[in-house]
């Protein structure tokens, strides 16, 4: 077997010095079908964030971050190794279980929102509920994630905006209103992949500083991609990733 990278959480009888696991991997590999060859993109990945931690993942471009995220985040499926999320080996769970499982544990926050563009804002951030909820249930709850995604999209300095399409709205609002959806169900995972890298500077600080004040408030564990070394300096922890491998972790434990 060739090297899985290094591990970063100890494993075996050493007890974890933070806190449990919500969100790992292990031995993952994707690889992507490319003409008759298959290209090799990740080669053994072996992860943890851990409860209420905020850890950054650096790299440069085409390392295989964001593979890694759709990954992590139930979004796509590694070639080899297994993703476990809140105690389950997500893989092996039917297709219906693991969407429940990922719409419940996970939020995500994409470089370019991913909005539906025929919803408005208010409605495109109470998204997880509807999908989570059967119709009926939904229909005795509408109001409280109405007033919940409400609350939230006013404290984000959306308040006149909840009606706008997507169209209608700026990058920097339309990230908000994804982070709004992210947040909704109150998941402990929250994945977010460059989220401010198709924003300016200023308006990508803003949103930054609500996803961070969201983080810490929520202690709603975060892996974030970004490519500002300020901001990762703002983590508890920073990966760095090159060619599909984890190369260094700022706080691995010393060896004893
Ligand atoms: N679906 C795919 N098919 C083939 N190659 C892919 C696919 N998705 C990503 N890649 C390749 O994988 C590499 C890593 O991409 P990505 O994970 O997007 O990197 P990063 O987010 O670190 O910039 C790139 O070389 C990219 O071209
Ligand atoms: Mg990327």
């Not at 992860?47 to 790299?59: H, S």
């Not at 499982?101 to 563009?117: D, H, K, S, T």
Request: charged residues 25%.
């Amino acid at each position: 077997m060739s090297d899985p990278g290094p591990t970063l959480a100890p494993s075996g009888s050493q007890p974890d010095p933070l806190s449990e696991a919500v969100l790992s991997c292990s031995g993952v590999r994707r690889s992507f079908p490319v003409g008759d060859r298959r290209l090799e993109i990740l080669h053994g990945i072996n992860l943890e964030l851990r409860a209420g931690e905020r850890l950054a993942l650096m790299g440069t471009s085409g390392a295989g971050k964001t593979t890694l995220l759709n990954i992590l985040g139930l979004l796509d499926r590694p070639t080899e190794g297994s993703v476990t999320v809140a105690g389950e080996d997500a893989w092996s769970l039917s297709p219906r279980r693991r969407a429940n499982l990922r719409n419940e544990q996970i939020g995500f926050v994409f470089q370019f929102y991913y909005l539906l563009p025929e919803l408005s804002a208010l409605e495109n951030a109470v998204l997880p509920a509807m999908i989570k909820l059967s119709r009926r249930a939904y229909r005795s709850s509408r109001k409280e994630f109405l007033d919940r995604a409400t609350t939230m999209l006013t404290r984000f300095g959306l308040a006149d905006r909840l009606r706008h399409r997507p169209s209608q709205l700026s990058g920097g609002e339309q990230q908000r209103i994804a982070i709004a959806r992210a947040l909704l169900l109150d998941p402990p995972i929250l994945i977010a992949d460059e989220p401010t890298g198709n924003l300016d500077r200023g308006t990508g600080e803003k949103v930054l500083e609500i996803l961070l004040d969201e983080q810490s408030e929520r202690g709603v564990a975060l892996m974030l991609v970004t490519h500002d070394e300020r901001l990762a300096k703002r983590c508890e922890r920073v990966l760095y990733m090159e060619d599909g491998l984890i190369q260094a972790d700022s706080s691995a434990p010393i060896p004893t």
